[in-house]
């Protein structure tokens, strides 16, 4: 981001050093613009306005950053508009005295910390902290319409869809809809474009982000492969591991020996609705795919067709390529149960037997990103994909 657009010192002139926001949190910003990590800016960017909303380079950068974003990317956007976004006013807080101004000051500070933090991880476990101790808080003092616009911001920040809704309906309730505040009527519009104003879409994205959160852990994996004719011709079993990742889910494979692979074979991405968008790699490339998962989120299933080389023989050394479906079964298992990979089984090697399978060429098992099955005789074509 040019200096020209996040300017070193504040447009007005009556603006104090403890109103600005500090020179790291701008180069900041400017870094992500140059990054294209548009998304990243916003955030920080829209944080700190919360914490310092008379700081005319966040106002500047929000600008700028929401013009980029709107016009794909453009370097030459310019700002859109001059105005200052301010919180409403809270006159409200002025009777608070003896430990509730005390604990009203301290929250005040406790946010402004969260936006003050460049490391998005920090500011996210301060914000929930905030949210945390506001809301007792905010049980007994629900007049407070400051704190209302801070637990709203650090909801929409913190993807909270329930705290996202209390908090509109509080401001809704305080007349905030007929407000010529600019800050705050671009907060209502932020929680109405996300759904946030319905109880039950609020109520619908917070169930679906509880699905998010029971995906993560460890689970086994049981995989089985089908001819053209639907014919079962193998079947393996692993375990995988999900874990977070800044796109949302990523699900490492273990190997039969105990081995991690060094990239995912699954990942999820959190889209706005809740919903989660599923995609498996296949080579270098990331194929969508769709998951079902049960009412108790225990099981995830998936079913996908690939065209595998199989019937592998002395006298067929490259197989015959044909068109199979392939369907995986995980369910989710404490950490104590996890099962270690376990080889095919005795009725399987002798059905593939009967259909004359054999082993697949290494080559094409390194192209396919699933875990291998033990070595046997040459009888199988067992080559595994996620």
Same mark, same amino acid.
């Given at each position: 981001?040019?200096?020209?657009?996040?300017?070193?010192?504040?447009?007005?002139?009556?603006?104090?050093?403890?109103?600005?926001?500090?020179?790291?949190?701008?180069?900041?910003?400017?870094?992500?613009?140059? $990054?294209?990590?548009?998304?990243?800016?916003?955030?920080?960017?829209?944080?700190?306005?919360?914490?310092?909303?008379?700081?005319? !380079?966040?106002?500047?950068?929000? $600008?700028?950053?929401?013009?980029?974003?709107?016009?794909?990317?453009?370097?030459?956007?310019?700002?859109?508009?001059?105005?200052?976004?301010?919180?409403?006013?809270? @006159?409200?807080?002025?009777?608070?005295?003896?430990?509730?101004?005390?604990?009203?000051?301290?929250?005040?500070?406790?946010?402004?910390?969260?936006?003050?933090?460049?490391?998005?991880?920090?500011?996210?476990?301060?914000?929930?902290?905030?949210?945390?101790?506001?809301?007792?808080?905010?049980?007994?003092?629900?007049?407070?319409?400051?704190?209302?616009?801070?637990?709203? @911001?650090?909801?929409?920040?913190?993807?909270?869809?329930?705290?996202?809704?209390?908090?509109?309906?509080?401001?809704?309730?305080?007349?905030?809809?007929?407000?010529?505040?600019? /800050?705050?009527?671009?907060?209502?519009?932020?929680?109405?474009?996300?759904?946030?104003?319905?109880?039950?879409?609020?109520?619908?994205?917070?169930?679906?982000?509880?699905?998010?959160?029971?995906?993560?852990?460890?689970?086994?994996?049981?995989?089985? !492969?089908?001819?053209?004719?639907?014919?079962?011709?193998?079947? /393996?079993?692993?375990?995988?591991? /999900?874990?977070?990742?800044?796109?949302?889910?990523?699900?490492?494979?273990?190997?039969?020996?105990?081995?991690?692979?060094?990239?995912?074979?699954?990942?999820?991405?959190?889209?706005?609705?809740?919903?989660?968008?599923?995609?498996?790699?296949?080579?270098?490339?990331?194929?969508?795919?769709? %998951?079902?998962?049960?009412?108790?989120? !225990?099981?995830?299933? /998936?079913?996908?067709?690939?065209?595998?080389?199989?019937?592998?023989? @002395?006298?067929?050394?490259?197989?015959?390529?044909?068109?199979?479906?392939?369907?995986?079964?995980?369910?989710?298992?404490?950490?104590?149960?996890?099962?270690?990979?376990?080889?095919?089984?005795?009725?399987?090697?002798?059905?593939?037997?009967?259909?004359?399978?054999?082993?697949?060429? $290494?080559?094409?098992? $390194?192209?396919?990103?699933?875990?291998?099955?033990?070595?046997?005789?040459? !009888?199988?074509?067992?080559?595994? %994909?996620?």
């Amino acid at each position: 981001m040019p200096e020209s657009e996040v300017p070193a010192n504040p447009a007005s002139t009556t603006a104090t050093p403890s109103s600005l926001a500090p020179d790291e949190m701008t180069r900041k910003i400017s870094e992500l613009v140059h $990054a294209g990590k548009y998304t990243e800016a916003q955030q920080l960017t829209n944080g700190l306005l919360i914490a310092y909303p008379d700081d005319q !380079r966040l106002i500047r950068a929000k $600008a700028l950053i929401d013009q980029l974003r709107s016009s794909g990317g453009s370097a030459n956007a310019a700002p859109t508009t001059g105005q200052t976004p301010q919180p409403a006013t809270n @006159a409200s807080a002025e009777h608070l005295t003896g430990m509730d101004k005390v604990d009203y000051n301290a929250l005040i500070v406790l946010a402004r910390q969260a936006q003050q933090t460049t490391d998005l991880d920090e500011q996210k476990t301060l914000l929930k902290r905030f949210m945390e101790q506001s809301n007792s808080f905010m049980q007994k003092h629900p007049d407070q319409m400051l704190l209302w616009q801070l637990r709203a @911001a650090s909801a929409i920040s913190l993807n909270d869809p329930l705290a996202g809704y209390e908090a509109g309906q509080k401001l809704l309730a305080a007349g905030a809809a007929e407000s010529t505040d600019s /800050f705050l009527q671009q907060l209502l519009g932020q929680l109405k474009n996300k759904g946030w104003f319905e109880k039950q879409e609020a109520e619908k994205q917070a169930e679906k982000q509880m699905e998010y959160i029971s995906i993560l852990g460890t689970w086994n994996g049981h995989l089985s !492969r089908a001819d053209h004719k639907g014919h079962e011709i193998a079947h /393996f079993d692993w375990t995988i591991e /999900f874990s977070k990742a800044h796109s949302g889910i990523e699900g490492y494979i273990t190997t039969a020996k105990g081995k991690k692979e060094d990239k995912p074979t699954l990942r999820g991405t959190i889209l706005d609705t809740g919903e989660i968008s599923w995609e498996r790699r296949w080579d270098s490339d990331w194929i969508p795919v769709q %998951i079902e998962m049960d009412n108790n989120h !225990r099981t995830m299933k /998936f079913a996908f067709n690939a065209t595998i080389k199989i019937n592998f023989n @002395a006298f067929n050394t490259n197989g015959t390529s044909e068109q199979c479906t392939q369907t995986i079964t995980l369910t989710k298992v404490a950490t104590s149960t996890v099962r270690v990979p376990a080889p095919v089984s005795r009725n399987a090697q002798q059905r593939d037997a009967q259909a004359g399978q054999t082993s697949a060429p $290494a080559s094409d098992r $390194a192209r396919l990103q699933m875990p291998h099955p033990p070595r046997r005789k040459a !009888r199988r074509s067992c080559i595994f %994909i996620a």
